[in-house]
Nanobody, 127 residues
Framework: VQLVESGGGLVQAGGSLRLSCAAS????????IGWFRQAIGKDREGVTC????????YYTDSVKDRFTISSDSAKNTVYLQMNSLKPEDTAVYFC?????????????????????WGKGTLVTVSP
């Protein structure tokens, strides 16, 4: 299993970024794939996920109405569109996956049960 993130960078508050996660080594259409983030000095936080079997999604409260997760099965890629970014969104963002999920992906995020992690991409939001 390989998860490769891209798209991080520096953006001003109020701006937008789109992260990509290129997935390989597993059945893309039968997985829970999402994003965690970790800011300096803080615990990892589950942000969002998508269950590729049915397209259902989950968002943590702090990003609802600002972030949108989507998937492209033809490209085996998951995207995270981040709008209205805030300085508190600054973190390393990790793409994560659980294979053949028995529950909707939100379970795996809330219970920190994702089995596979990418190396992360840094998002910095300046005031």
């Amino acid at each position: 299993v390989q998860l490769v993130e891209s798209g991080g960078g520096l953006v001003q508050a109020g701006g937008s970024l789109r992260l990509s996660c290129a997935a390989s080594g597993f059945t893309f259409h039968d997985a829970a794939i999402g994003w965690f983030r970790q800011a300096i000095g803080k615990d990892r936080e589950g942000v969002t996920c998508i269950t590729t079997t049915d397209g259902s999604t989950y968002y943590t409260d702090s990003v609802k109405d600002r972030f949108t997760i989507s998937s492209d099965s033809a490209k085996n890629t998951v995207y995270l569109q981040m709008n209205s970014l805030k300085p508190e969104d600054t973190a390393v963002y990790f793409c994560v996956a659980a294979l053949w999920p028995a529950s909707a992906c939100g379970y795996y995020v809330r219970h920190n049960a994702m089995d596979h992690w990418g190396k992360g991409t840094l998002v910095t939001v300046s005031p």
